[in-house]
């Protein structure tokens, strides 16, 4: 499909201004359709019978153009995005589904959205929680789940309700990492070119359903705008993905979309026949070559180096070397008082200014320096590279000059740094974001990586701990980097199972798709001071219209709020924000605090208690 062809379905389809909304098809499906009371007219939500089962809809809504009668509709319409309180809503009614039959009930999710709210008032309200709270539950939830990308499925407010058993996308529908305008904003500093982001993003149904994020594909009727046929094609769909799961056992469902999670990001062909074939394909020479091993394990001794970024560096006395605080390499003052701070004192405060506070963002390999024991902490999957993962075909061209640029930046790798450590002598997995390779961007190795971590602290019964420090997904890998959020939260899950303790700590920054997944299920979440906790930055928020006041999303914000939310577990569930505030310098005493208290409580998989009584002898 040609990028005229894609901006065609996408302006002339997608978003035809009169193409049926999901309040539309379910008025045709379902006659009888019982309604909830829904927070706002995003979202449509309640039960129907159809084929003798119990169906709970949850459906996004994109307002109709008969809908904006004013200037103030817009705001409250919300184009269809889920706000926090309507993201509490639906885990409100999971919770209800629950306790239901679990061979009668099943949940449908329709999907028609640009993305999840970013107002300040859900950003306040632990937006970006509520998502990773939603992924964990369809994850998790005994029941058996459906759901169909209807128009638009956009970033993160599409996945929180689209991880289902079985997932289906109408044929003109389109579901990207990020509006095509964000991504155009972001990447090409351009959003006039729609044409292509969409290239990069792969959004068609057929291109997905090939990735494996999607597993059907609905067909759309030859008139956008007839809702009866598309409610036809609707119908079908839903009988035949109802008898297909009734065929299907709950815990075979959970364990399918358990191992599906782990495969997200995972495109390149391997295995003997293909190894095989890539030798044949190489000069006779080397075929008899063994090929290197994906994973190889270091030892790694982190070194703090300062670069141009932490300001004006100049000697105040012979032989002594200074920073300036606040200062950056452009020569632009962003905040610090200001002051020359002796450098060796810098680095050992790890780049905080002691006199005011002020701190610059932290490497993956200050943060090791900060957290982890002198020379304890040794480096897992350092080899592991996007090449390996991802089919070529599938690395643009844009992403291949993106990665060269990132060359020199970094002394690793990628955007996560994996490994085993000890935090005062307590033996730990710790996986730390390196925000100088790509933003700490979310890609298919940072979430490959963050999976076999866990994977090795399950194998050796030992406690996570992560660091989050990241930009958001990186767009460059279109719809594959999106579903990391679905693999890491999956790779929670894991460690919880098996009982093993997890802390995550939030750096600045800790935002999009990283802190709406693993970041925000720590059983202990820890942030430094004045770390930006948000779903989409201050930037994407201005540029969508919506007033920004960052001091209210900054984690000591976030923290006060934190103390009241067990007044309000209604609304927040198993939602519990952010439990501490702690400086750079104390951040290993925190961490070690709270490993001890784990260690004291006992952690690791439950043994099964052996039945007490005599035992019945036979001869």
Known sequence: ????????????????????????????????????????????????????????????????????????????????????????????????????NQDSTYIFSIIDTYGADISMYSAQRFQAFFISHLIREFLTIPLRTISLILGEGGSGGALAIQVTDIRAQMEDALYATAPPESMASIIF?????????LSILKPTARELRALGVIDRVVSSPEDVTDCQGMAENVKNF????????????????????????????????????????????????KAFRKPPPDIKIVDHSSLTEVADHYGDIRPEEEGVEYVECGMTSGGKRRGGCGKLIPLKRFLENHNVCPECGFSYTLDASGWIDCLTDPGSFHELHRNLTVFQ??????????????????????????????????????RVVIAVSEFYFCGGSMGVVFGEKFRRAVDYAIQENLPFVSLCCSGGARLYEGISALMQMVKTTESVNRL??????????????????????????GDIVIAEPNALVIF??????????????????????????????????NYY?????????????????????????????????KKKKRKSGKKLVTF
Not at 580 to 591: I, N
Request: with cysteine; charged share 35%; glycine share 6%.
């Open 1 to 100: 499909m040609t990028k005229v062809d894609l901006v065609e379905i996408f302006k002339k389809r997608t978003r035809h201004p009169y193409r049926p909304r999901a309040s539309d098809i379910i008025e045709k499906l379902f006659p009888e359709f019982d309604y909830f009371d829904t927070p706002s007219g995003s979202l449509v939500a309640g039960v129907a019978n159809f084929m003798e089962k119990d169906l709970y809809v949850i459906a996004q809504q994109k307002p109709k153009p008969e809908d904006f009668k004013t200037k103030g509709d817009l705001a409250v319409l919300n184009r269809g995005m889920l706000t926090s309180d309507d993201h509490s809503f639906i885990l409100s009614m999971l919770k209800k589904a629950r306790a239901m």
């Open 189 to 197: 500093r351009d959003p006039s070119r729609i044409d292509d982001a």
């Open 238 to 285: 839903l009988n035949r993905a109802i008898k297909d799961l009734s065929r299907s056992r709950i815990k075979r469902l959970i364990k399918k979309r358990e191992t599906r999670a782990k495969q997200y990001g995972i495109y390149k062909k391997s295995g003997p026949l293909h190894d095989l074939k890539r030798y044949i394909e190489k000069p006779w020479k």
């Open 389 to 426: 993962l991802l089919d070529e075909d599938s690395i643009t061209d844009y992403y291949r000059d993106f990665l060269a640029r990132q060359e020199g930046r970094s002394q690793f790798k990628e955007s996560l740094v994996v490994g085993s450590a000890r935090i005062h002598h307590f």
């Open 496 to 521: 919880k199972r098996h009982g093993l303790p997890y802390i995550s700590i939030l750096a600045d920054p800790a935002t999009g798709g990283a802190i709406a997944s693993y970041a925000a299920l």
């Open 536 to 569: 989409a930055g201050p930037r994407v928020m201005a540029a969508r219209g919506f007033e920004v006041d960052e001091e209210l999303v900054r984690s000591d914000s976030l923290y006060q709020i934190s103390k009241d939310i067990y007044r309000s577990l």
């Open 573 to 605: 569930h198993r939602i519990r924000g952010i439990q501490e505030v702690c400086e750079r310098k104390d951040m290993k005493y925190t961490v070690a605090k709270y490993l001890d208290f784990c260690t004291k409580m006992g952690y690791g998989p």
